[in-house]
């Protein structure tokens, strides 16, 4: 495939870019009164999985002041145009498909409980959006303020302690998931420079948790400590979830080990799926510790 049409290869370059740059694409700087998330400003939905860093960066690149976005059509429906020479960005429409497994007479293979085996997959897409601050003549309405939640702190404090995950501290100078006792160990919360801080790289170590059979089921978790693919993809998702808890929390998220650059750029250089990939597993790992907070507590 012709490298300028694989979108696969574009969103991986795009990252490899920064990487090599020494920015982390899916790290948020705050930006007062936007969403969490970057948002469809007409839907008010949020983007979710590699569009999140995706748009997280472009914004940061050009400075702009909204992680509020919208297509060319919904600009011009909405009575809005865009600014003149303004160029788009790259979004991903990935679109979940599946298709039974069978025999080589034809007939459906089944599981122990006599369920048709799946093959699942899917197909990417790209499609272009406009951010707000390239775009005039739009209702008001769009640029209403988010409110910043009121209590980072323990909103992030309650998705720990609704995980079920077991976290323990000693004077050390490493955070680390234990698999084998399923178990977080930390430093001390004083020895980080903030709270802030400490639950940043609490929500690193609570993604990897995520992992465990007993949850998810990510074969990398056992590699977490050692060298190869297996390993960058678990801290690559590790990362990704954290910033990603972060900013649902209202903390501004941190790059946890700059060591890990390296390992990620020779992962991403030799598997042009491995970002999005793991873009999509860090966001099962989001949903799978938000379904397990009370609403209330988020």
Not at 124 to 149: H, I, K
Request: charged share 20%.
């Amino acid at each position: 495939m012709d490298r300028h049409h694989d979108i696969y290869q574009k969103v991986t370059d795009q990252i490899i870019v920064e990487l090599e740059q020494d920015c982390i694409p899916w790290l948020r700087p705050w930006r007062d009164g936007e969403p969490p998330f970057p948002i469809n400003a007409l839907s008010g939905r949020p983007y979710h999985g590699i569009n999140i860093p995706l748009l997280w960066s472009r914004a940061s690149q050009e400075s702009f002041a909204s992680d509020r976005w919208l297509t060319f059509h919904q600009v011009r429906l909405l009575g809005g145009w865009v600014h003149k020479g303004e160029k788009s960005s790259l979004a991903v429409l990935y679109l979940p498909r599946f298709r039974e497994l069978r025999d080589d007479q034809g007939k459906p293979l089944l599981d122990d409980t006599g369920t048709p085996r799946r093959h699942h997959f899917g197909i990417a897409r790209e499609f272009r959006l406009f951010n707000l601050s390239q775009c005039d003549g739009l209702p008001s309405s769009l640029y209403d303020p988010v409110s910043r939640p009121d209590q980072p702190v323990e909103a992030a404090e309650a998705i720990v302690a609704h995980s079920g995950v077991k976290v323990r501290h000693r004077v050390q100078s490493q955070a680390y998931y234990q698999p084998a006792t399923d178990r977080v160990m930390m430093p001390h919360p004083l020895q980080f420079e903030s709270r802030e801080a400490y639950y940043a790289t609490l929500l690193h170590e609570l993604t990897h948790a995520t992992g465990h059979p007993s949850r998810l089921n990510r074969t990398g978790i056992a590699n977490t400590g050692a060298e190869g693919e297996a390993y960058a993809m678990e801290e690559m998702v590790a990362e990704m979830g954290s910033a990603f808890l972060c900013a649902h929390c209202g903390i501004e998220g941190r790059l946890q080990h700059a060591s890990y650059i390296s390992y990620w750029l020779a992962l991403l250089r030799q598997d042009k799926h491995a970002v999005i990939r793991a873009s999509g597993m860090a966001r099962n790992a989001c949903e799978w510790l938000f379904n397990t907070t009370p609403q209330r507590c988020q």
